[in-house]
């Protein structure tokens, strides 16, 4: 079993539409989580940290579930920029990316 | 900050040749990774420093690969030699501490043919 698994989709929705990704995680001692977007051809970047009681920064929000060991991210009112790949980064002692999530917000 | 700077950009070279990348972390930021990227394998920590010192290399493929941090505000990534298998996007990161946000450079394309 992968250290950090996603969906690697593609998603493909339409402008407006609400989209939701789940990551999950196999070391229970996990402290940190992240989400990093990375478009075509360009490095990741960080898109927001998790937080254990979820936090939100304007349309996107990300939860935590320590129970199930899974992160979230919501993403609503979705735009045409925000298409790009979403990766889930888990941390105890170093930092495991998952493979990525692609999205594309169509017209 | 001018952010993590990586050289060179792009780098095509033949097969057996021996390939450096190059890397200057963040000022101040004590961990440095190296990732390769493909399409296949999505990203992959190859390995990474703190202080200068190699503290997990577990991800190195194999002895063609070597890494090296002379200083705190240089790294060097080595193919020796090159094969074709070795073509992937290569990134250089920094943090930090181990946990912390990872800034990453613009990476490295390399090809070899």
């Known amino acids: 079993r992968k250290e950090v698994e996603q969906d690697p989709g593609p998603f493909n929705v339409p402008e407006g539409a609400t989209v939701a990704f789940n990551c999950t995680y196999s070391?229970?001692?996990?402290?940190?989580f992240f989400w990093y977007r990375q478009d075509c051809r360009k490095e990741p970047k960080l898109l927001m940290s998790v937080y254990s009681s979820g936090n939100e920064d304007g349309r996107f929000t990300a939860q935590l579930n320590r129970a199930s060991q899974y992160i979230s991210l919501l993403i609503r009112d979705s735009k045409l920029s925000d298409s790009a790949t979403y990766l889930c980064?888990?941390?105890?002692?170093?930092?495991?990316f998952g493979a990525g999530t692609r999205l594309t917000v169509k017209p | 900050d001018a952010g993590v700077i990586q050289s060179p950009r792009h780098e095509v070279t033949e097969m057996g040749q021996e390939v450096t990348l190059r890397c200057k972390p963040i000022?101040?930021?004590?961990?440095l990774f190296w990732y390769r990227q493909t399409m296949m394998r999505g990203l992959e920590l190859l390995i990474y420093?703190?202080?200068?010192?190699?503290?997990?290399d577990s991800g190195m493929p194999e002895d063609r690969f070597s890494a090296k941090m002379p200083n705190a505000s240089f790294s060097t990534l080595k193919i020796q030699p090159s094969e074709p298998r070795d073509s992937a996007v290569y990134f250089c990161a920094s943090s930090f501490t181990e946990a912390d946000t990872q800034y990453f450079g613009p990476g490295t394309r390399l090809t070899v043919l």
């Open positions: 980064v888990v941390g105890h002692n170093d930092m495991r």
């Open positions: 000022s101040g930021h004590d961990y």
């Open positions: 070391n229970s001692a996990s402290q940190s």
């Open positions: 420093f703190n202080n200068n010192v190699p503290i997990d």
